[in-house]
């Protein structure tokens, strides 16, 4: 790690720490933390894969109603889920922290503890980072890098006029799961109303919440079987990420809502709340599954293999002309897709 | 860049403009700013190395007193000195912002100016980033990308006992400068008090403090033609940066204060305040300098090279055994050198 800033004794420690705990040896890995750079060495021509976020204190996530290792959990996600929309393979990661006095030593390494569970299927190798003191919240940065074979990744670029759009999995329970913890926080304390369905559901969606999953073995199936045409990650909700899709690609989309995929669990949220599935699955962010775009040769390949493997695969509707904007269909009433931004944590 | 924070639709004009003025097309380059991720492509067997920092604002900077420009400035130095002491050739960057409501849009540019003019010599493109609001403070970390030829890179392990201590450039000048730059601030108002020296080394010592030089070619040279056993930048002042390499490579080391490089304004200015210019030199961090160490067998072709080159190389003293701890001499007598961490902003 770089030792930038002025450290007191205690951040060495901590970085002394962190290093034994969740350093180890990879292929490739030259140099991990303790230097003035990791050090990564390519011996084949390759594509390296870049992403990187930053997390506020009060902005992506709350200290007082999460658990530090959610929240490391859910900020690896969110970067192995960029990776998955690229098809690529993710290989190591950097991690940036600014600290204030409040935050104690066991709540770092809970949050690294809850980043470097969402890692380690993938045998993602921490490399590095930086660590500061804050003199207001806790901030977090984490680069994540991957690689894909030379002239093999999935672009937002790339969608064609005919091409079928697709999701994986379902959508929307992330939302779902996300207000029904907001509810319970607030209400535990005077009262014990529930929502009048089953306990299952409720855990089924708050799981989707706290724990979802980066579609990493499908971002590289999609790639290496050449089967999409564009993809990105369902990170801001299905009408925003569209939209990236099709600005990058130059294109229009027309989307069938009676075809979005809904799981029973937001179906049954939907019903008790009276609100509309449709919304939550358009508006829902963090569900971290992938949207992408197959030409309609393609169409076939694609379900037999995806049913092969076990993914749930779902087309949802078209590529459309530029002009033809972006619009979703409802019972043969086509109306513009509402234009939204997902609120991550309020 | 990841869209990953629920981005109000400035914060989406931002990353367009940023994009627009920053991001440009480079050699190896496939994919910058606008997808999940940046995509690199190497062909040739390479070393890739990797470098971040995360500064916070009352830790790292004031905004009170720093213009945004000098801020983005010093931030991409000190990422490049850590390259430069890799022996590294700067490639691509990804910059993170969380930005508070008071921090004006033209503030944010001026801040990636003065990031991309400290950049602009070494090529570095602007590839990615994340931008997200702030609820408190600004923060930026930044991610500093650059590759050597394989198995060729300067370390800090690998000093050996016997061999002898170096640094580039002259030592002290940024600290002499920043405290000149605090009590001017201070004083302005109420007295013209001047410290009684040229004007001529007053601006030599801001101008080192505020417009630092990353040694890159320094770096290069020493890492191509193998004449540096171990190397490390000085961002924190020679005493916590000379430890850092007696750990990693086993050794202790003794310093000799009468061969510290010291420029004449730093002399001037400590006789001026009555200080030790010494102490300035062993305290004084962000000077961006390189310490490396060098086989005796190799003094003469260092000394003959470095005089051709134009590069100030200093001899400063050796490394000792281990047990022989971090020691200074002064006029024949030894005394442990001073255990001190840099503070950079107070």
């Not at 969740?22 to 303790?34: D, E, M, N, T, Y």
């Not at 970067?79 to 066991?106: C, E, F």
């Not at 600005?247 to 809904?262: I, K, M, R, Y």
């Not at 043969?332 to 997902?342: C, D, E, N, V």
Request: net charge positive.
């Amino acid at each position: 790690m770089a030792s930038r800033a002025a450290k007191p004794l205690q951040e060495f420690a901590l970085i002394r720490g962190v290093k034994g705990q969740f350093s180890r040896h990879a292929p490739g890995l030259v140099q991990g933390i303790g230097d003035d750079a990791a050090v990564v060495e390519t011996t084949v021509p390759i594509w390296w894969h870049f992403t990187t976020d930053l997390l506020a204190e009060g902005i992506h996530f709350d200290l007082n109603s999460a658990a530090p290792r959610s929240i490391g959990y859910r900020a690896a996600i969110a970067n192995l889920s960029d990776l998955a929309a690229m098809g690529a393979t993710p290989r190591y990661l950097l991690i940036s922290l600014a600290i204030p006095k409040q935050v104690s030593q066991s709540h770092i390494y809970d949050f690294y503890k809850g980043l470097m569970t969402a890692c380690r299927p993938y045998g993602v190798t921490l490399i590095g980072g930086d660590t500061s003191a804050s003199k207001t919240g806790l901030f977090l940065s984490i680069t994540l890098i991957g690689t894909t074979t030379k002239r093999r990744a999935l672009f937002r670029h790339g969608a064609k006029v005919g091409d079928l759009i697709y999701v994986s999995g379902t959508l929307g329970d992330s939302l779902a799961g996300c207000r029904l913890l907001a509810q319970e926080t607030s209400r535990r304390s005077f009262e014990k109303n529930r929502l009048p369905f089953s306990r299952f559901h409720r855990q089924f969606l708050i799981r989707r919440h706290l724990h979802p999953t980066a579609r990493i073995a499908e971002g590289q199936w999609l790639n290496t079987g050449r089967l999409a045409s564009a993809a990105i990650d369902l990170s801001d909700g299905l009408s925003g990420d569209l939209r990236h899709v099709c600005e990058e690609s130059g294109v229009g989309a027309e989307v069938e809502s009676d075809h979005l995929p809904l799981s029973p669990a937001c179906r049954a949220y939907a019903k008790a709340r009276g609100v509309s599935p449709v919304q939550l699955a358009i508006t829902g962010g963090e569900d971290y599954e992938l949207l992408f775009t197959v030409s309609p040769k393609l169409r076939h390949t694609l379900e037999r293999q995806a049913k092969a493997h076990g993914y749930r695969m779902t087309y949802i509707g078209t590529i459309r002309p530029r002009r033809f904007g972006i619009q979703m269909t409802t019972q043969g009433k086509t109306q513009p897709l509402p234009q939204t931004s997902y609120e991550h944590f309020r």
